[in-house]
């Protein structure tokens, strides 16, 4: 369980214990189970990483929404899209292992992470991803619900595939950009696990 789940969580459940103490059930059920709800959701569980050194691994759990051609700063690429809902694991991780080349925050609106507009117009960290063959650029996109895009890499960093990245606080999206030679083995409406699911092969080892 991430460490900020005791900021968010204990507070309702206290409350909860006071209205209790006074009598009053009905808002001390709601807001423990608020508070219970909160330690959910900001759960860690542990991922099997795929060893095959090809393999680019989903950043988040939840749905994949889109897989299309798009270019990335003019080059030709395609964009794979994991939708988050509130029950997800909100925990992101990188697809492939290399240095952190770019980690930009732009601020945003809040549109609901399944629209379209949402991978351009929300608030976003935009993190690249150097690798032997490339760069991979992966966004943490906030929805309509989520607030907050929280990244805990720096520039300059190494991480492995499967790394812990940063969280999206409640509903959120991922967009993940591959260059055009890579091969993508997901499809649209599949369900994928952060740093487990397999998205793409690409050889980025090269």
């Given at each position: 369980m991430v460490?900020?789940?005791?900021?968010?969580g204990l507070p309702p459940i206290a409350l909860g214990i006071v209205c209790a103490a006074f009598g009053w059930k009905w808002a001390a059920g709601v807001l423990v189970f608020l508070g219970l709800f909160v330690f959910y959701f900001f759960r860690d569980p542990e991922r099997v990483i795929p060893s095959d050194p090809v393999a680019v691994?989903?950043?988040?759990d939840g749905h994949v929404t889109e897989v299309?051609?798009?270019?990335?700063?003019?080059?030709?690429?395609?964009?794979?899209?994991?939708f988050l809902s509130i029950w997800?694991?909100?925990?992101?991780?990188?697809?492939?292992?290399?240095?952190v080349s770019g980690v930009v925050y732009k601020?945003?609106?809040?549109?609901?992470a399944l629209r379209a507009v949402a991978s351009e117009k929300n608030e976003q960290n935009v993190i690249?991803?150097?690798?032997?063959?490339?760069?991979?650029v992966f966004k943490q996109i906030a929805?309509?619900?989520?607030?907050?895009?929280?990244?805990?890499?720096?520039?300059?960093?190494?991480?492995?595939?499967?790394d812990r990245v940063g969280m999206i606080r409640f509903g959120s999206r991922c967009d993940v950009w591959l260059p055009a030679d890579a091969e993508v083995v997901v499809r649209r409406g599949q369900k994928v696990k952060g740093g487990e699911s397999i998205l793409?092969?690409?050889?980025?080892?090269?």
């Open positions: 460490r900020e789940a005791y900021k968010f691994v989903s950043p988040a299309v051609d798009e270019p990335f700063n003019e080059k030709p690429g395609l964009r794979i899209s994991i997800d694991v909100h925990i992101q991780r990188a697809p492939v292992a290399g240095r601020p945003g609106k809040f549109y609901a690249s991803i150097d690798t032997p063959g490339g760069t991979l929805g309509a619900i989520a607030r907050r895009v929280l990244c805990w890499k720096a520039v300059g960093e190494m991480v492995a595939r499967g793409a092969k690409w050889n980025s080892t090269a």
